[in-house]
Each structure stands twice: as structure tokens, then as C-alpha cells.
């Protein structure tokens, strides 16, 4: 299966703190980007990292890529009870394609 | 910018009817959009792919004479469930984005929540 996983599954955290979570995936990408989704709503992208990149910020989020592991995290420092939410990474099922794949999804408590 | 609408939010309805779902591509003409369904506290499984004009794509195991998806334009796909069962209830979510290459985005619609009783 080329589905990411993500890890944690869960993350409960205070708020002001940093969050961190984990996406592996399996196949060869050109980009992997990342979505929040809040409860009972649509998903929101956040960022698109290509390949060529092994970092990238947006406002509180940081989202590096290490695509000799197959591996790419999300940091969102600074927590606030607004960023609870589920975040899922997402990549190509095929190179150049825009159909994604996404993973599990990682499920952010903030707790105020 | 990139506003994808998504209508209706919400509906509960009994078996046997044939329900529609309307995604609208609002300031943007979506060249592709897809059509997934997620269950609760898991992720997003991709139904079908489709392209303004054409027919759409579907994934292996989705029924495609259950799942009717028709995009008769570039800011307008729809997805009829027909004959709905209550095994069919779910969120619905649709997407679009726009270009080629493989480096757009999706911008989602706010979901469908389909119950049959």
C-alpha cells in the first residue's frame, strides 16, 4: 500500500507548547503536502514540500522532508486551542498525478 | 481565493432514495475534481477522479452504477448515490483543484454527512 502511516495517531498537548507529527511513506514522491481537517468539516491544505526541498515554514508551521527515509514531519509551535484538529499528509499516487493518497491522519488536542 | 462549496451539509433520508451531492468550484475553474468518502476518525478513501467533460475515474471497488458522478462543467461536479442503503452512510467530501503537473493543491468542500434510515 503506498498509504502513508502518521504517528502519532494521537497527540494531546497544552497549549503553548510544540506539536510534532510524523508521516512515512513508501514510494518514490515529488511532493507531499499536508491538510488539517477540523471536526466535521473539509480539509485544509497547509503545505506543499517537493522533493527538491527539505524544509519549509509557514507562519507556526515547520515541515521538513527526508526523502532518503521516506519520511516527513509537521511542527506547529507555539500551540493554540484553534489548532486541534485531525492533520494528514498526502502525496501523488503517481509522480506528476494529482490524485493523492493520504495517511492515517494524526488527531491534535490543545488542551487550554 | 480557491473556494470550494459543497451542498447540502447534511442529509437523512430513507432507504431506497437516490441522493445528490453538489460541489461547486466557486472563484476558480477546477480541471479535476475527486470525490472521496471518509469514515468515522479515519481517513479519506478516494471514490473517483473526474474531469470536466469526461467520465470519471473510479477506484477499484467503488461501484460506479451506485456512485453516478457527473461534471458537466469546470466549476460544477455532482455525485448521486443512488438507491441508498443505510451501509452508504458516511461523509461525503469532494475536492478540485486546477492545472497539471502534480504540484496543485486540493481545496475541499465542507463535507456531506449522508445518513439512510
Known amino acids: 500500500s503506498q498509504q502513508g502511516e502518521e504517528d502519532p495517531q494521537a497527540l494531546s498537548i497544552q497549549e503553548g507548547e510544540n506539536a510534532t507529527m510524523n508521516c512515512s511513506y513508501k514510494?518514490?514522491?515529488?511532493?507531499l503536502q499536508w491538510y488539517r481537517q477540523n471536526s466535521g468539516r473539509g480539509l485544509v491544505h497547509l503545505i506543499l514540500i517537493r522533493s527538491n526541498e527539505r524544509e519549509k515554514h509557514s507562519g507556526r508551521l515547520r515541515v521538513t522532508l527526508d526523502t532518503s527515509k521516506k519520511s516527513s514531519s509537521l511542527l506547529i509551535t507555539a500551540s493554540r486551542a484553534a489548532d486541534t484538529a485531525s492533520y494528514f499528509c498526502a502525496q501523488p499516487a503517481i509522480q506528476g498525478a494529482q490524485k493523492l493518497v493520504f495517511g492515517q491522519g494524526t488527531r491534535l488536542t490543545i488542551n487550554p | 481565493g480557491a473556494v470550494v462549496s459543497q451542498h447540502p451539509s447534511r442529509v437523512i433520508c430513507k432507504s431506497g432514495t437516490s441522493v445528490k451531492i453538489e460541489c461547486r468550484s466557486l472563484d476558480f475553474q477546477a480541471t479535476t475534481m475527486f470525490w472521496y468518502r471518509q469514515f468515522p476518525k479515519k481517513s479519506l478513501m478516494l471514490m473517483a477522479t473526474s474531469n470536466e467533460g469526461s467520465k470519471a475515474t473510479y477506484e477499484q471497488g467503488v461501484e460506479k452504477d451506485k456512485f453516478l458522478i457527473n461534471h458537466a462543467s469546470l466549476t460544477l461536479s455532482t455525485l448521486t448515490v443512488t438507491s441508498a442503503h443505510p451501509e452508504d452512510s458516511s461523509f461525503y467530501i469532494c475536492s478540485a483543484s486546477y492545472g497539471t503537473g502534480g504540484y496543485q493543491p486540493q481545496h475541499f468542500g465542507d463535507g456531506t454527512r449522508l445518513s439512510i434510515l
Open positions: 514510494t518514490s514522491i515529488n511532493n
